[in-house]
């Protein structure tokens, strides 16, 4: 079955560390996407990309990377300068310029100490 | 700006009981669509509805409907006959054709009771 695949389910790292999310999906989309989701803040974008070795960020990207160097793939690095990186990360993908179709990954929940 | 605003951060139903949860945007741009999610404690978010800007009827899939009130900037979400798992967070979300992101409001907590 096609779908996004965010592993590990959660994830600890020590404050200093960075760390890398995994994000794979075989429906063969164009667009993936990157949110945080904190606690009565719903869902904020981080990075986005619409096509393979390109990506934009999004409205919290500072302290964030990512890479696309295939169209299944999309990883999230939460780097050492991202003040408070404790959340829960949730991937997305779908057709550009498709009205609907945003496909969501099961999320990693990343807690740093 | 682009903006969705959702007012009630928890709703309680009775089993069976419909329930209307809120939801307000704000966009200058006339082409834009507005989607809902269900998100049970597992994270996993889920597509529940879809109404386009330009549609005419109020968009229905199953229990759920979406009332659209485009003057009013309103696309309340309407759970029909409300069971047990629907239990869960409900988010309201725009999309402007103009961009290529999804903007979410900050949720509304759904409980379902016996």
């Known amino acids: 079955d096609g779908g996004i695949t965010q592993s590990p389910k959660y994830l600890f790292r020590k404050e200093g560390q960075n760390v890398t999310l995994s994000c794979e999906q075989n429906?063969?989309?164009?667009?993936m996407y990157w949110y945080r989701q904190d606690p009565g803040q719903g869902l904020r974008l981080i990075y986005y990309?619409?096509?393979?070795?390109?990506?934009q960020k999004g409205d919290i990207a500072e302290g964030y990377s990512v890479s696309r160097e295939k169209k299944e793939s999309f990883p999230l690095t939460v780097t050492s300068a991202q003040k408070n990186p404790t959340a829960f990360y949730l991937c997305?993908?779908?057709?550009?310029?498709?009205?609907?179709?945003?496909?969501f990954g099961s999320g990693t929940r990343l807690t740093v100490v | 700006a682009q903006k969705i605003t959702q007012t009630q951060p928890g709703m309680f139903v009775q089993e069976k009981e419909a329930v209307t949860l809120d939801c307000t945007y704000d966009?200058?741009?006339?082409?834009?669509?507005l989607f809902w999610y269900k998100q049970p404690s597992s994270g996993e978010m889920i597509f529940l509805i879809y109404q386009g800007s330009y549609d005419q009827q109020n968009a229905t899939e199953g229990r759920y409907s979406l009332n659209f009130q485009k003057a009013r900037k309103s696309a309340n979400l309407v759970i029909s006959a409300s069971q047990l798992g629907d239990s869960a967070m409900y988010f309201c979300a725009m999309k402007t054709y103009n961009t290529d992101k999804l903007i979410f409001g900050t949720g509304t907590r759904l409980q379902v009771f016996p």
């Open positions: 997305a993908s779908k057709i550009p310029g498709s009205t609907r179709g945003y496909t």
């Open positions: 966009t200058s741009d006339p082409s834009y669509g």
């Open positions: 990309s619409q096509i393979v070795n390109d990506f």
């Open positions: 429906l063969n989309h164009d667009a």
